[in-house]
């Protein structure tokens, strides 16, 4: 199975990474890929050509980034710096314009540390820890998947149902089709197959059906020609919570065969974060330092 998320913390760590200091609301982008759909294929030949198409593990990984974030204070950009240790470790410096850190993040499969220069604050914990703090849960594994344009949670054993759409096959997890249609009820708009709404009486008995099921919709988004994931949305109905994941500008300029640009959106029905980053100068050579020093002025964040 390629990187599934836990249940609980499905969020994008690198996302959360940037965004734990400011709360932020959606950034709606439109996939455009083209209008003629393509052959008729078996669900079962789609996700063979899909596995058979993944970038070749690697250890290590570095890039520059430019981020765009949405909030209730504006649109803000700035520079960040990247490096990650498959499986062990992803690290995060935030760097405005001037080129002075302002912010760092450490994030491991059962930590996460970050550093905010600007007040002199500091935070340390676990997953837990993260979520009464932030309201947001990392998740090492979904981000390093993200960095490396994986089908997130994709699954040679399980059966798929796999539909076309303008362009692309679209393969969706076989859960109850009144799950499917309550997973795009809660989607944000331009994740609609159509505009049918399920009607909120209805839709409230289906998500107390789902939290029985533990229901949670995958939808895969690939390209037909080069067999490259272009947008992952994972709905956990039960919590009413949605990852969308969108790549884009796979090994530009012959570099690793990686998406450079990548928007993330997370929600869970009351509050929401996104923001789209723009990667360069990937390179995917090691070892690597991830340093992380807490200054002694330095305060916990409250």
């Given at each position: 199975?390629?990187?599934?998320?836990?249940?609980?913390?499905?969020?994008?760590?690198l996302?959360?990474?940037?965004?734990?200091?400011?709360?932020?609301?959606?950034?709606?982008?439109?996939?455009?890929?083209?209008?003629?759909l393509?052959?008729?294929?078996?669900s079962?030949?789609?996700?063979?050509?899909?596995?058979?198409?993944?970038?070749?593990?690697?250890?290590?990984?570095?890039?520059?980034?430019?981020?765009?974030?949405?909030?209730?204070?504006?649109?803000?950009?700035?520079?960040?710096?990247?490096?990650?240790?498959?499986?062990?470790?992803l690290?995060?410096?935030?760097?405005?314009?001037?080129?002075?850190e302002?912010a760092?993040?450490?994030?491991?499969?059962?930590?996460?540390?970050?550093?905010d220069?600007?007040?002199?604050?500091?935070?340390?914990?676990?997953?837990?820890?993260?979520?009464?703090?932030?309201?947001?849960?990392?998740?090492l594994?979904?981000?390093?998947?993200?960095?490396?344009?994986?089908?997130?949670?994709?699954?040679?054993?399980?059966?798929?149902?796999?539909?076309?759409?303008?362009?692309?096959?679209v393969?969706?997890?076989?859960?109850?089709?009144?799950?499917?249609?309550?997973?795009?009820?809660?989607?944000?708009?331009?994740?609609?197959?159509d505009?049918?709404d399920?009607?909120?009486?209805?839709?409230?008995?289906?998500?107390?059906?789902?939290?029985?099921r533990?229901?949670?919709?995958?939808?895969y988004?690939?390209?037909?020609?080069?067999?490259?994931?272009q947008?992952?949305?994972?709905?956990?109905?039960?919590?009413?919570?949605q990852?969308?994941?969108?790549?884009?500008?796979?090994?530009?300029?012959?570099?690793?065969?990686?998406?450079?640009?990548?928007?993330?959106?997370?929600s869970?029905?009351?509050?929401h974060?996104?923001?789209?980053?723009?990667?360069?100068?990937?390179?995917?050579e090691?070892?690597?330092?991830?340093?992380?020093?807490?200054?002694?002025?330095?305060?916990?964040?409250?």
């Amino acid at each position: 199975m390629v990187s599934s998320p836990s249940l609980r913390c499905f969020p994008p760590t690198l996302l959360v990474a940037l965004l734990l200091l400011a709360g932020c609301r959606p950034v709606q982008k439109v996939i455009n890929i083209g209008h003629e759909l393509p052959p008729v294929r078996s669900s079962d030949r789609v996700v063979e050509q899909v596995l058979a198409h993944l970038p070749g593990p690697t250890r290590y990984y570095t890039a520059k980034a430019e981020v765009r974030v949405s909030s209730e204070d504006g649109q803000r950009s700035f520079k960040a710096n990247i490096r990650s240790v498959h499986d062990s470790a992803l690290w995060v410096s935030v760097v405005p314009a001037l080129g002075i850190e302002v912010a760092r993040a450490l994030v491991t499969a059962d930590s996460i540390k970050l550093l905010d220069r600007l007040h002199d604050r500091y935070f340390t914990g676990n997953a837990a820890d993260a979520e009464a703090r932030f309201g947001l849960t990392p998740d090492l594994q979904l981000a390093q998947a993200a960095l490396f344009g994986l089908p997130v949670g994709l699954d040679p054993e399980e059966k798929y149902r796999v539909d076309r759409e303008e362009g692309a096959y679209v393969l969706v997890s076989r859960e109850k089709r009144r799950f499917i249609r309550a997973a795009e009820n809660i989607a944000q708009p331009d994740s609609l197959t159509d505009t049918r709404d399920m009607g909120e009486k209805r839709l409230e008995r289906t998500l107390r059906r789902a939290e029985e099921r533990e229901a949670i919709v995958f939808r895969y988004w690939v390209d037909p020609i080069t067999w490259k994931t272009q947008r992952v949305t994972i709905t956990d109905l039960a919590r009413d919570q949605q990852a969308d994941v969108r790549y884009t500008d796979h090994g530009v300029d012959d570099g690793p065969p990686y998406p450079h640009s990548i928007s993330l959106s997370l929600s869970d029905g009351t509050r929401h974060a996104s923001g789209s980053l723009k990667l360069s100068r990937i390179d995917l050579e090691g070892p690597l330092q991830l340093g992380f020093r807490i200054p002694e002025k330095f305060v916990p964040m409250e």
